[in-house]
């Protein structure tokens, strides 16, 4: 008997065993982009630097549009366990492993034993999942904490203890505190006790909220500032079809994969959609006799799909927010209604085994996929910045096209003297304030022939990709011309070569021409 009562602990000890090998498969191999070096490269500061590079004002917003709460824990994890790319992800992976069991959890009160160790071992191994649990920032925190907040809602609605209802208004709070649009999920979450029709819920709910919002409230002090910022972000507004690339991402991953694949998956998310959303609505509708798993559905699907549709409704009518990876939560939730769906949903076997067959292919070619990706944004910035110092004399400068390659070589090099150049002003793409340069200790020059100084050789490292739009640019309004760093040194220095790292590009230029000598920014 006893071991019987141990079996399903021991499976999902498996499980978890499961979700932290695959989250450490090649953690430190693949080099971090600029996103995550950022985030360590602003961490490492500490607090009150950290303050100052986000609400500083600038041009009528905050420097910067993140709370500082990852920054801050992520800053203790790195003085505890170094900085190396590995030491800096393994914080996330331990977040993502403690998100499965924390799904376990909630699938076990929401439905049973079965559908729980599915729910668990369907995010051990989703791609999207990993995919940010093996990354330097916030997202996978995001998806614990509000993984998190569901159950405790969930408890404090059936059980109504004021433990519960006080441990969510808490950890809502703290949502907040991770990433602003934690709010998607959050407003869904008050609107169920809504939907539901449960009076006595909707007050307690409200209660609750309004501490969540007590504890938020020294840094929504704020949020109009970083709203200000928000409205000069790169984020652009959405159509439809965003809402069927987020469904892609749930059941794939978060890269522009190779277009032989994005029939397959598109096809996958569909299908798994449509069951999932038929069996749903089929189940909510029979009234016929008691349904125990109806209120669990509604709860699964609607944090589902909600804050997705809530979050496309606000990009599209005020301000663009739609990133997929804020809805790593909603994906999570998306993970458990399946599992509703392969064990509890009355679906034939045959059909079943079908669509886990066809959605592992697609699990095991996302997992490759994220494991070996060393392209844009991410390619070997490692090798480069080794290149460079063993290359570069001491009088050759190094300049960057952009912070896109920058903080991630500075990252692996803190030695190897680099400069960039500042983005387009008042583009999407110009989102690194100078406040946040100045706590970061790395100034961006304004134009490339100030980075250059007219000095005898220059070495210069940008993106194919990014060479490619500064042309679209370039064609689409003549004035950004001047900002075509690339153009601007072929034309006043001679390119004696180029090195390529996958596509990275490092350009070296020698032989500066009297106009270089003495050039100035343009006006």
Same mark, same amino acid.
């Given at each position: ?431 690194? /304030? +100078?406040?946040?340069? #100045?706590? !970061?200790? %790395? ?6 022939? $100030?980075? &250059?100084?007219? *000095? ?40 004696? /070569? +180029?090195?390529?790292? #996958?596509? !990275?590009? %490092? ?6 021409? $009297?106009? &270089?000598?003495? *050039?100035?920014?343009?006006?």
């Amino acid at each position: 008997m006893s071991a019987l009562k141990s079996r399903p602990w021991s499976i999902l000890v498996l499980i978890l065993l499961l979700a932290f090998g695959l989250r450490l498969i090649n953690l430190g191999g693949r080099t971090l982009w600029y996103d995550e070096a950022f985030a360590v490269l602003f961490a490492e500061k500490g607090w009150d630097a950290m303050v100052d590079g986000t609400l500083t004002q600038v041009d009528g917003g905050a420097a910067d549009v993140h709370p500082l709460l990852y920054y801050a824990s992520l800053d203790t994890w790195m003085e505890v366990f170094g900085q190396s790319p590995a030491a800096v992800r393994l914080y996330s992976v331990l977040i993502g492993v403690l998100t499965v069991g924390a799904v376990y959890l909630l699938a076990r009160d929401w439905f049973d034993e079965r559908t729980a160790r599915t729910a668990a071992l369907i995010v051990a191994v989703a791609p999207f999942h990993v995919q940010y649990s093996q990354e330097t920032r916030m997202y996978a925190l995001l998806a614990l904490v509000l993984t998190l907040a569901t159950w405790t809602l969930w408890r404090a609605c059936q059980h109504g203890h004021w433990g519960y209802w006080l441990a969510f208004g808490v950890l809502a709070g703290i949502a907040m505190y991770v990433q602003q649009l934690a709010a998607m999920v959050l407003l869904a979450l008050g609107l169920l006790p809504f939907v539901v029709h449960h009076r006595g819920q909707m007050i307690r709910t409200a209660l609750a909220s309004l501490l969540a919002l007590a504890l938020y409230l020294p840094w929504m002090l704020n949020l109009p500032d970083q709203l200000g910022k928000l409205r000069q972000y790169w984020v652009q507004k959405p159509n439809v079809l965003h809402l069927w690339l987020a469904l892609r991402t749930f059941v794939s991953v978060n890269l522009d994969f190779s277009p032989a694949w994005w029939l397959p998956t598109f096809l996958i998310a569909a299908v798994l959609t449509v069951f999932l959303l038929y069996r749903g609505y089929t189940l909510l509708r029979d009234k016929r006799r008691e349904q125990p798993d109806r209120l669990p559905v509604l709860w699964a699907l609607w944090l589902a799909f909600m804050p997705m549709v809530i979050m496309w409704i606000v990009s599209y009518l005020v301000q663009p927010v739609f990133l997929p990876r804020a809805l790593l939560p909603s994906a999570v939730m998306f993970y458990i209604a399946l599992a509703w769906l392969f064990t509890r949903a009355s679906v034939p076997g045959l059909i079943v085994g079908v669509l886990a067959l066809t959605w592992g292919v697609v699990i095991v070619f996302s997992l490759i996929t994220h494991y070996t990706w060393n392209t844009f944004p991410t390619p070997p910035f490692d090798a480069a910045t080794d290149y460079l110092d063993q290359q570069a004399e001491e009088t050759d400068v190094i300049v960057h096209g952009n912070k896109i390659t920058a903080l991630p070589m500075v990252y692996y090099d803190r030695d190897l003297p680099q400069r960039y150049v500042r983005d387009i002003p008042g583009s999407g793409s110009d989102t690194l /304030a +100078v406040p946040t340069q #100045k706590t !970061l200790g %790395l100034l961006a020059d304004e134009c490339i022939a $100030q980075a &250059a100084g007219g *000095a005898p050789h220059v070495w210069y490292v940008t993106f194919e990709k990014l060479e490619d739009e500064m042309v679209e640019l370039g064609e689409d309004d003549p004035d950004n011309l001047r900002y075509d760093s690339l153009r601007w040194l072929r034309e006043h220095y001679t390119e004696a /070569a +180029v090195k390529n790292f #996958k596509d !990275l590009r %490092l350009y070296l230029f020698t032989g500066p021409d $009297q106009q &270089a000598l003495a *050039a100035e920014c343009e006006p």
